[in-house]
């Protein structure tokens, strides 16, 4: 997608409709596309108390697939968000925003990690 379609996609088509399940899925697919002309759009909607606690979910696991240093920074600022949905989403976000900055071949490598601490 190019800058103008996926700005025209959250700003005309997706993140205005009436339906909650649409806007959801339009974070959704704006994470997936991990570009950066999605990030104001996405904050904004994460900035939103008003919108439903799914969209704003949404919102910040897309800008954790974004990962740039200021979509770090706004997933730090909803961390204590009231909404547990919002704030718990943030700290997967960060936690994806670390792994998508990093050299790590493999996202959860738990058991390589536990495997390092026994010895």
């Not at 205005?16 to 959801?24: A, G, T």
């Not at 910040?60 to 200021?70: F, H, Q, Y």
């Not at 909803?78 to 943030?90: A, G, I």
Request: aromatic fraction near 8%.
């Amino acid at each position: 997608m190019q800058l103008v379609e996926i700005d025209v996609f959250h700003n005309f088509v997706g993140f205005e409709d009436s339906s909650v399940l649409f806007r959801h899925e339009v974070a959704y697919v704006l994470g997936q596309l991990s570009h950066t002309a999605s990030e104001a759009a996405l904050t904004a909607r994460l900035q939103d108390t008003n919108e439903h606690p799914i969209v704003r979910h949404e919102c910040a696991e897309a800008l954790g697939a974004i990962a740039t240093d200021s979509c770090m920074n706004t997933l730090k600022d909803y961390l204590n968000d009231p909404e547990p949905l919002v704030s718990e989403s943030c700290e997967v976000a960060l936690d994806m925003c670390d792994y998508s900055n990093s050299d790590e071949f493999q996202y959860a490598n738990a058991l390589q990690h536990v495997e390092e601490n026994v010895d």
